[in-house]
Structure formats: structure tokens, C-alpha cells
């Protein structure tokens, strides 16, 4: 049985009867390093609708990762407005961002960043215990996401004991069982080879449906399983078309 998914705020921001996942309006982001102050991000706007899947592609340093970060609200823009779920994280301080990013985000990276010292299982129940969702129906829950997934037998392995395809199905599996609002993914399939990608990719376009997905990848095939395909143009996604390659 799947748990409902969290209520979103009465002060949400919606299009239509809809809150986005995600909303970035007018972001501008710069760095500086020893020489100069380079500017990454220029008056960067972007939504993602609930259930949508939005792939974001460019050129290596062109941005991809910082507004990820931005989105996420662990690094701040300079300017501009950044809303999670309807809420604006603008206003809010470190620990309340904090508690937002953990209802209402799940995160998938390249490295999959599991924890070496728990088992496949304890990985994924972090993100239930983290929001207190110890109920029975969470439980069962994960179990079920996990048996979708094909990783119920892999369930007592620690993750050196899985093979990089197994890691990322696990992490996939942490970043959505909580069901947030949105999930950030940064090159999902960057460390696996081309038979482990196919297989990730294919299990996250059929478990991510009920969240927003922003995908950075580089793969035009990771990119053609979502409903958009954007590129990072001078500072900003702008919308484009997914060639054949790959
Ligand atoms: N903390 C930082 N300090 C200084 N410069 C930074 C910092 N973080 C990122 N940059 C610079 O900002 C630019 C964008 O970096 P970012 O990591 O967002 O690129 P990317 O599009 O994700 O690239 P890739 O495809 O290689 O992952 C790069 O030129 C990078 O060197
Ligand atoms: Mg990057």
C-alpha cells in the first residue's frame, strides 16, 4: 500500500490547481576566484511540474551542478527565488532549510554516496527514519519499492557487496521511498557502463512518477526517458531537442 504523500504548504505557489516541484526565477550565481569573478548562472529560470521529468544538459562547467545545488538549497544564489514543493527557501535559515530539503527532496548522484556501514535496507530506511516515518504502512512501503526495483534479495548487503548498477538502484531507491516532491539527480549514470545505465535509467522512469525529476546528465539517452529536454545556454536551461546520438 502506498503512504500518502506529504500535504504541501497552504502558502504554496501552484500553476493552475498544481504546485510545481520546483520553481527557480531570475537566479544569478557567480564565483570568484583568484583572478576574477566568473559568473555561472544568469537570470536562470526553470520549473518543474509534479510528475514531470525535466533532463538538464551542457557542457562540462556550464552550471548544471551549481543550480542543482541552488535547487536544493545548499549553496545560495545571489539573486532570485528559489521554491521546493510551493515553499520559498529564501527566507528561511539553515535548519529549516535543512528540515524542507529532507521532507521534500531526494537526491541521486554519480558516486551514489551510499553509507558503507549499513545494508542496503538501512540505506533506504535513512530517509523514513530522518522523517520520523516509522509507521507500518512506510515498511511495507519500501518493501514493495524495493521488490519493484529488484532489489528485495540484495536487502542484507552492504554496499561493497553490490555491484555499481545494485548501488544506484539502492540510492534511487533512498532518494524516493520518503515520496518527495522533487528529485535532484546529477549524472545518475555517469559511473556505470552502458548495460547498468540502460537498467538504472529504466527503473527510475517507472518509480520516479508521483515526483518531479530534474536530471543532469550528459547521456542523450538518460535524457530522452523525460517529458523535456533542456541545455544550459549562457547561464541559463533554455529548451532543446535531443539528438539521435548515443
Ligand atoms: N565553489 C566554487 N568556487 C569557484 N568556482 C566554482 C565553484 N563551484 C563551481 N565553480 C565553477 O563554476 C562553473 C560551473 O561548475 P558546475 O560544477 O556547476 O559545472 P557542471 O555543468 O556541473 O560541469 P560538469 O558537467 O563537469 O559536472 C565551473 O567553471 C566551476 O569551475
Ligand atoms: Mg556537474
Redesign the pocket.
Known amino acids: 500500500m502506498k503512504p500518502n504523500a506529504p500535504a504541501h504548504s497552504a502558502s504554496s505557489k501552484s500553476t493552475g490547481a498544481q504546485t510545481l516541484a520546483l520553481s527557480l526565477e531570475g537566479i544569478d550565481k557567480s564565483?570568484?576566484?583568484s583572478a576574477q569573478t566568473?559568473q555561472?548562472l544568469h537570470q536562470a529560470h526553470l520549473a518543474v511540474a509534479q510528475r514531470e521529468r525535466v533532463a538538464l544538459l551542457?557542457?562540462?562547467?556550464?552550471?548544471?551542478?551549481?543550480?542543482?545545488?541552488i535547487a536544493a538549497g545548499l549553496?545560495s544564489a545571489d539573486r532570485g527565488q528559489v521554491l521546493i514543493a510551493g515553499q520559498d527557501l529564501t527566507p528561511l535559515d539553515e535548519r529549516a532549510r535543512s528540515l524542507l530539503r529532507r521532507r521534500h527532496l531526494g537526491f541521486i548522484f554519480q558516486s551514489f554516496n551510499l553509507f558503507p556501514q549499513l545494508t542496503a535496507a538501512a540505506n533506504i530506511r535513512v530517509s523514513l527514519r530522518l522523517n520520523g516515518l516509522r509507521d507500518r504502512q512506510w515498511q511495507d512501503y519500501q518493501q514493495e519499492l524495493m521488490q519493484r526495483m529488484g532489489i528485495a534479495k540484495l536487502a542484507q548487503r552492504y554496499p561493497h557487496q553490490l555491484s555499481g548498477g545494485e548501488q544506484q538502484r539502492v540510492a534511487i531507491a533512498r532518494a524516493l521511498v520518503h515520496r518527495p516532491a522533487l528529485v535532484l539527480a546529477?549524472?545518475p549514470t555517469g559511473n556505470l557502463d552502458q548495460a547498468h545505465a540502460a537498467e538504472v535509467l529504466a527503473i527510475l522512469e517507472e518509480v520516479s512518477g508521483d515526483c518531479g525529476l530534474l536530471l543532469?546528465t550528459?547521456s542523450q539517452r538518460a535524457a530522452r526517458l523525460c517529458h523535456r529536454v533542456l541545455t544550459?545556454v549562457n547561464g541559463t536551461p533554455q529548451a532543446s531537442v535531443a539528438s539521435d546520438d548515443e
Open positions: 564565483f570568484q576566484d566568473v555561472v551542457g557542457p562540462s562547467g556550464s552550471g548544471k551542478t551549481t543550480l542543482l545545488n549553496e546529477d549524472e543532469v550528459h544550459m
